[in-house]
C-alpha cells in the first residue's frame, strides 16, 4: 500500500523568509507522480507544483521548488520570498501511473506572519 | 469560466435527509473524481469515473451514489444522512485515466445536524 507522509502538521514563518515542507512517502512502484497542493481558507484545492518520478530534475514554478530523493523517498517544498498569500494548508500527494486516484498526506498548516 | 464548479457550497440538513452535491467541468476532461475531507482535514478519494463509467468506488457506504448523466457532469447523491457524512466534499477532473494532474472544485460543506 502507498502512504505519504507530513511530519510537521503546523508552520509559522515571516513574510519574505524561506520555507521548507516536508514529505516522505512509500511505494514500491517505480512509476508516479508526485504533487504538492494548496488549500488556502477558501478551501479549493489547488495544484502548486508537480514531479514526475523518472525525472531527476526538480520541478520549480516560480517561487516554488522541490527536493525530489527518489532513493530517500522523500519530496520536499521550498517556498522562497514568502508571501501572506501563501499561508493555507499544503497537501503533498501522491499517484502511480497505473491508477487513478490520488494518496494525500495529513496536510501541513503554513501561516505567513507580517 | 471556473474549470471545476460544485453546488451548493454550503449545505445544512438533518440527519436522515436525502441530500445531492452537483459538479461540472467544463475543461473537457473524461475522468471525474469525487473526495472527501474529515474534520481533521484527511482528503481520501470516494468515487472516480470515466466518459461516465465508475472506475473507482472507495467501500464508501451504498448511501452515497454518485450520477454522471454526461461526461462534463459528476454529482453525489447521499441518503439517509448521518453525522459521520459531515465534512467538505471536493469534486475534481483531469484530461483521462492516465493524466497525472487533477484540477479541484471548490468544494461543498456538508453540516449533519
Known amino acids: 500500500a502507498q502512504t505519504v507522509t507530513q511530519s510537521q502538521p503546523e508552520m509559522s514563518v515571516q513574510e519574505a523568509e524561506t520555507v521548507t515542507l516536508s514529505c516522505t512517502y512509500d511505494?514500491?512502484?517505480?512509476?508516479?507522480?508526485l504533487f504538492w497542493y494548496k488549500q488556502p481558507p477558501s478551501r479549493q484545492m489547488i495544484l502548486v507544483i508537480r514531479?514526475?518520478?523518472?525525472?531527476?530534475q526538480n520541478a520549480t514554478e516560480n517561487r516554488f521548488s522541490v527536493n525530489f530523493q527518489k532513493a530517500a523517498k522523500s519530496f520536499s517544498l521550498k517556498i522562497s520570498d514568502s508571501q501572506l498569500g501563501d499561508t493555507a494548508m499544503y497537501f503533498c500527494?501522491?499517484?502511480?501511473?497505473?491508477?487513478?486516484?490520488?494518496?494525500f498526506g495529513k496536510g501541513t498548516r503554513l501561516h505567513i506572519l507580517p | 469560466d471556473t474549470a471545476v464548479s460544485q453546488t451548493p457550497k454550503y449545505l445544512v440538513t438533518q440527519m436522515g435527509n436525502d441530500k445531492s452535491i452537483k459538479c461540472e467541468q467544463n475543461?473537457?476532461?473524461?475522468?471525474m473524481y469525487w473526495y472527501k475531507q474529515d474534520s481533521k482535514k484527511f482528503l481520501k478519494i470516494m468515487f472516480s469515473?470515466?466518459?461516465?463509467?465508475?472506475?473507482i468506488n472507495e467501500t464508501v457506504p451504498n448511501r452515497f451514489s454518485p450520477k454522471s448523466p454526461d461526461k462534463a457532469h459528476l454529482n453525489l447523491h447521499i441518503n439517509s444522512l448521518e453525522l459521520g457524512d459531515s465534512a467538505v466534499y471536493f469534486c475534481?477532473?483531469?484530461?483521462?485515466?492516465?493524466?497525472?494532474?487533477?484540477?479541484f472544485g471548490p468544494g461543498t460543506r456538508l453540516l449533519v445536524l
Open positions: 500527494a501522491l499517484r502511480l501511473n497505473r491508477d487513478d486516484k490520488i494518496i
Open positions: 511505494t514500491s512502484e517505480s512509476n508516479y507522480y
Open positions: 514531479q514526475e518520478a523518472y525525472k531527476q
Open positions: 469515473y470515466n466518459n461516465k463509467e465508475l472506475i
Open positions: 475534481a477532473s483531469s484530461p483521462d485515466r492516465v493524466q497525472e494532474t487533477q484540477y
Open positions: 475543461l473537457g476532461h473524461d475522468t
